[in-house]
Each structure stands twice: as C-alpha cells, then as structure tokens.
C-alpha cells in the first residue's frame, strides 16, 4: 500500500491501521494529532481507521516546552 505521510511516499504492507502506523513510525504513547485526507482522526479510532493506498496522512507530534 503506498501513502503520502507529511508530504511524502511511503509504502507498507498490507492493510495497516492508524495505530498500526503510529508504532511502526515509533509513536507509540507519544501525544501525535493524525489527519488522514483532510480529516482529524480522533485517538479513540486510530485502531479501527485502516489506510488505503493514495491516503494522505498528516502526523504532528506534541512538544511540551516553555
């Protein structure tokens, strides 16, 4: 399956999910905002939110500071 992850190609195997793709790219319990195609994915459903190729996905990561 190949994405544009924050603008670029990445391919993956088969069917991936949000949550999926947030621990491949070691995000894992970090606190990340997802947007796949112009849509916020709320935390509750990245299990469940499978990617598709050609999506357009969005990851930003919280950065604590002050």
């Given at each position: 399956m190949k994405i544009m992850l924050n603008g670029e190609s990445r391919t993956f195997e088969g069917p991936t999910s949000v949550a999926d793709l947030l621990i491949a790219l070691g995000y894992a319990g970090k606190r990340v905002a997802v947007e796949r195609n112009g849509q916020?994915?709320?935390?509750?459903a990245h299990e469940h939110s499978l990617l598709a190729d050609d999506d357009q996905i969005e990851i930003v990561?919280?950065?604590?500071?002050?």
């Amino acid at each position: 399956m190949k994405i544009m992850l924050n603008g670029e190609s990445r391919t993956f195997e088969g069917p991936t999910s949000v949550a999926d793709l947030l621990i491949a790219l070691g995000y894992a319990g970090k606190r990340v905002a997802v947007e796949r195609n112009g849509q916020i994915v709320p935390r509750s459903a990245h299990e469940h939110s499978l990617l598709a190729d050609d999506d357009q996905i969005e990851i930003v990561v919280a950065v604590g500071g002050g």
